[in-house]
Every structure is written in C-alpha cells, then in structure tokens.
C-alpha cells in the first residue's frame, strides 16, 4: 500500500522544508461545529496517538480561531450525522520545531477528503449519511474531484458495501487501521475534513423521536443526478427518461416490460408467504414479479433491475434506500410489521416526497397479531427480550403499538420491528389498489421544473380621498423580469395591505397588474403594501420593496 502512496508526485524535501517553515493551515467554513468543513495544508495523523496534528509556525492559519472553544465541544462533525458525540473531529496542537524530533513524516500527495463513516454495516445509511453527503462535498471543492482520495476514520473495516465507496474516486479509499502501515506520522498536502449535511433528509431520533430533518435542503432532482452517477459507474444502462416523447408503439412496447419488484430480506423481517404475495401481485396486476435480495444478487445488479420497475415493494429496512434509483413515476411500498405505526419510521416515505423524485409510496402495516412471529429468544440486538424483568416482557407483549422512543436500543421497538410477517393479501391488495387511485399520471409530473418568478418590477401606488370615510389605494406594477422568457400556465400575484401600526393585513390574490382597493381603505392613513408574484398556485417569488402609501 505504501508504494501506492509512492512519492513521485512530490518532491520529499520541498514537503518537509514546507512543513517545517509554514507548519499546517486550516480555513474552514461554517460558524458552527455542526455545518464545517475544513480544508487544510499540512494536517498531519500520528497513527501512534490516533491523533491528527497541527503544527504552529509563524506562518500557519487556523481559521476560525476558536481558542478553548474548539472543545465545546468539537471543531467539527465528522460524519454526516449532526452533533453525534462520537464523530467530533479535533486536532492537536505542536510547534512545528517538534518536527526534528518525530519520525519522518511521510507524505500523502492525493488530495484528500477525511470523514467518519457513520454506520458502513448498513446500506441505507451507507447512502444516506455517507455516499451522498460525499458525493456532494466533493462537488463544492473542486479539487476533490476523481483522483482525491477518501480516508474513512470511523475505525470500521471496509463493510459489506465497500465497493459502493470505491465509486466515489478513482483511488482506493484508506481506512484508519491502514493509516499505520504507511509510518507513524502522515502529513496530508491538501486535505479537506468534514461532511456536507445539505442532502441529508433524515434524523435516526438520538435526541428526539426518529423523523425527517427538520429543514430539508434537498431535492429529487441531487438525489437523482446522484443517482445516474452513481449507475453510469457501475456500467448500468439506463433505459430514458420519462421525458422522451415515445410514440405508441414505443409506450406499448414499455407496458409489455412493466414489472413489479419485491425486494426480499433473507435472514430478518421475513416475509413469510412471499410465494403467495407474488402470485397475487402478479395476477391482479397482469405484471411480472421479480424478486431481489441482497444475499442473492449483487448491489448493481439489483440496480439494474430496479432502475427500469414500475414498482418495488418491500419490509421497511435498510435495503428500501434502493427507491433512489428506481424511475420516476414509480410506486414504492413499505410494509410494516406488527404494532410497528408507519408513520414514525419514515426515512424511506421521506425520500419519495423530495420534491422532483416523483415517486408515489404507499406504506401497508399488519394489524393482524396472530399473522406476526415474534423473536423473544434472539439476542435483545435482533429484539429479543427474554433478558428483561417478566413485568416488562409482559407489557411489551400485550401492547399493540410501540410508542414513540429514542434510537437505538428501545427493546419494545426491536422486538417488534424484528417480527416475520404473514402478509394479509386481501387487505394487503385493497391498500395497494386504494393507494394507486391517487397517482398521478407521468404526464402530470413532467411540469416538476419548479421556477419561481422573479420580483415584480417598479410597484406603486396612488390614493384618493373620496369622502370622510372613504378613500382608494390603486396599486399597479410591471411582471417580473423572467416571465418575459418563461410559459407559465398560470400567473397570479399576491397582494398584502396593512395599516401602518396594525400587525395584522389583507391578503388578495389577483390576476391582473393593477387594482383599486376601496373596501376598508380610510382616509388620511398610511398603508405598507406588498407585492409578489406566483406561478402556478404555489411557486412564490419574492415580495418587491414595501411601498408606504398614504390616503
Ligand atoms: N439485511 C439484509 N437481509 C436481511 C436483513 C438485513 O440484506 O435479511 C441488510 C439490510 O438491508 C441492512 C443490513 O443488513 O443493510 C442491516 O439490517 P438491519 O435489519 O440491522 O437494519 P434495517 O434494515 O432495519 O435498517
């Protein structure tokens, strides 16, 4: 390995010369722990202490400047998981004349993006909190681009899903406990820290009960990109978008292709009448039925197959992230076992509802106690429970819905999401059925492009006294500058009136470019007025400068 960090790329002594003279240098961004990523010159790792270095010289940066503060409590989240108290990233501090006397350092030449793995075992958090998140940190530093080098400091070995890791760059990514093959002390040329939480759309309930981010920042459309990226790696042909305009013969031809996938667990959160489900689902919906299991097929062969479905269904578990890939227009249905309620366990419901990823979901739970097989005897990771008090194991099997809890070892909760389930088919197709009377149609989400009109241009206002307790405000502006270059099915602008010292206002919704209030307009009294304009009933734009007008 070390021979493939070879050296050539850089002179040994100009580094080491450089490292001595101007020590490490850090400009990061973000005003919190929580949203920054650093970017540094000369960081060093002493695998020894399995700490990473800074070196002081007259001529390092430390930006921010934290003091003491970079403990309170760290200088950034590591991973893409906020605030987690096992993946603070800090460094320690020496002068740089320490150097003489430490091992010779060796050099990483690559530029390097450093970042803690949250959870590799797992592949919807493999996605969610590492792929992406990387993905798109890699995008905003340019120079992290498909020679930079990803070094996983997380402590795990490589996973299950290493091979999604390796899509990322066109280097091998390093794990910590490789670190000390390369020498006791490492300095890395050009390493970026940190993680951009800006794709993440889900919090796993360490300080309160598990559900979407409070402030999503991302779209179907990252997602996506993501995504095609993603399998363009993996060498998988995509079949065209929706987008492509086919003649009838063509969406003939793609009727004929349509088929349901089941994507199966093998070992937990079973299935128990798969067979039966798929019979079902393959008569009722003259479709044909797939199946697909992590244990069977590999990771992009189970894209490839998912990437051109109509629908997937599956047990709500990790393997359901998969929905990424699936095409627009498709149908995800996540079933839930027993006393399990699917609306606290939504990463997967949360990702169809992004904006742009035009999928349509559908969740069944079974309310049938006696088709669930509980796991008591399994050990209490896998939800067994026989290693609580009697009392407890009672309540926790007589109670029909597991209440709300925090991650990650709530026994009632694993107990219950470990349960095999014999899926109700009858029910189970009267869901589906109902469910799919409120997709719409591919045509209806091609107009996803969400363009929001610009500030309407040059508002004013004129008044008039009619009488002592009457008077007009006419209020007229010109369209935003980008309506001129747009098709907008339908322009509307919302109008705001409030009396000067009032704190409450009249909202209108009009048509047109002008209007004269008269309704409870008084004479003699200033008004604030604002104006904005929306497309098509819910895409607002900003409101222009508040006009004063006086009566
Ligand atoms: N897994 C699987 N088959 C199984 C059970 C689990 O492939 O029968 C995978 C699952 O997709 C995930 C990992 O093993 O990537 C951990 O599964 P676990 O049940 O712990 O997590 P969950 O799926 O509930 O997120």
Same mark, same amino acid.
């Given at each position: 390995q070390s021979q493939e960090l070879s050296?050539?790329?850089?002179?040994?002594?100009?580094?080491?010369?450089?490292?001595?003279?101007?020590?490490?240098?850090?400009?990061?961004?973000?005003?919190?722990?929580?949203?920054?990523?650093?970017?540094?010159?000369?960081?060093?790792?002493?695998?020894?202490? $399995?700490?990473?270095?800074?070196?002081?010289?007259?001529?390092?940066?430390?930006?921010?400047?934290?003091?003491?503060?970079?403990?309170?409590?760290?200088?950034?989240?590591?991973?893409?998981? $906020?605030?987690?108290?096992?993946?603070?990233?800090?460094?320690?501090?020496?002068?740089?004349?320490?150097?003489?006397?430490?091992?010779?350092?060796?050099?990483?030449?690559?530029?390097?993006?450093?970042?803690?793995?949250?959870?590799?075992?797992?592949?919807?958090?493999?996605?969610?909190?590492?792929?992406?998140?990387?993905?798109?940190?890699?995008?905003?530093?340019?120079?992290?681009?498909? $020679?930079?080098?990803?070094?996983?400091?997380?402590?795990?070995? $490589?996973?299950?899903h290493f091979d999604l890791y390796r899509l990322l760059s066109s280097k091998q990514p390093l794990l910590k406990e490789q670190l000390r093959n390369f020498g006791k002390l490492m300095c890395f040329t050009k390493s970026y820290v940190g993680l951009s939480k800006m794709t993440t759309w889900y919090q796993y309930g360490f300080v309160q009960p598990q559900g979407p981010k409070a402030n999503i920042l991302v779209s179907g459309n990252e997602i996506r990109q993501f995504a095609k990226v993603l399998m363009e790696k993996m060498n998988i042909t995509m079949v065209e978008d929706v987008d492509n305009e086919g003649s009838a013969e063509d969406e003939k031809d793609k009727e004929k292709d349509n088929y349901i996938v089941v994507f199966s667990r093998s070992t937990t959160r079973l299935i128990l009448n798969e067979a039966e489900l798929i019979m079902a689902l393959a008569q009722e919906f003259q479709m044909r039925v797939v199946t697909v299991s992590l244990e069977e097929h590999s990771f992009p062969s189970i894209v490839q197959v998912i990437s051109s479905a109509t629908m997937l269904i599956s047990m709500h578990g990790a393997q359901l992230i998969t929905s990424l890939f699936l095409p627009r227009g498709a149908v995800v249905v996540e079933l839930f076992p027993f006393a399990v309620n699917p609306e606290q366990y939504t990463p997967y419901k949360t990702l169809a509802f992004l904006p742009g990823m035009d999928l349509h979901y559908i969740s069944w739970r079974n309310n049938k106690e006696e088709n669930t097989i509980t796991h008591p005897q399994r050990p209490w990771e896998q939800g067994g429970i026989i290693h609580l008090e009697k009392e407890e194991q009672k309540r926790i099997l007589t109670s029909k819905d597991v209440p709300r809890h925090l991650c990650c070892r709530n026994p009632e909760w694993l107990f219950r999401i470990y349960q095999d389930t014999l899926v109700d088919i009858p029910s189970f197709l009267d869901i589906l059925k109902e469910g799919l009377k409120t997709k719409p149609s591919l045509k209806k989400l091609k107009p996803a492009s969400a363009l929001h009109p610009g500030r309407v241009r040059e508002p004013q206002c004129q008044t008039s006294v009619q009488t002592s307790n009457e008077a007009r405000l006419t209020v007229s502006w010109q369209i935003p500058w980008n309506l001129k270059y747009l098709k907008v099915r339908e322009v509307k602008y919302e109008v705001w009136i409030q009396e000067q010292g009032e704190n409450t206002y009249m909202p209108y919704i009009l048509p047109q470019q002008n209007y004269t209030f008269s309704d409870n307009i008084k004479p003699f009294t200033t008004y604030l007025v604002w104006v904005r304009c929306i497309f098509n009933k819910s895409l607002l734009g900003p409101f222009a400068d508040v006009l004063m007008c006086q009566t």
């Open positions: 050296q050539a790329r850089i002179d040994y002594h100009v580094a080491l010369l450089a490292l001595q003279e101007h020590g490490t240098r850090m400009v990061c961004t973000g005003k919190m722990h929580t949203d920054r990523i650093c970017r540094f010159d000369y960081l060093c790792y002493c695998s020894e202490a $399995e700490e990473f270095i800074f070196f002081h010289s007259n001529s390092s940066v430390m930006l921010p400047n934290l003091g003491s503060r970079r403990f309170q409590p760290a200088l950034l989240d590591s991973s893409s998981v $906020e605030d987690h108290n096992t993946q603070y990233f800090n460094f320690l501090e020496l002068p740089a004349a320490t150097l003489k006397f430490m091992p010779k350092p060796v050099f990483v030449p690559d530029v390097t993006l450093i970042l803690n793995r949250f959870n590799p075992d797992n592949l919807m958090h493999v996605f969610h909190d590492d792929l992406l998140p990387a993905f798109y940190t890699m995008k905003q530093y340019l120079d992290l681009d498909d $020679e930079a080098r990803l070094v996983f400091m997380e402590g795990w070995g $490589e996973g299950p």
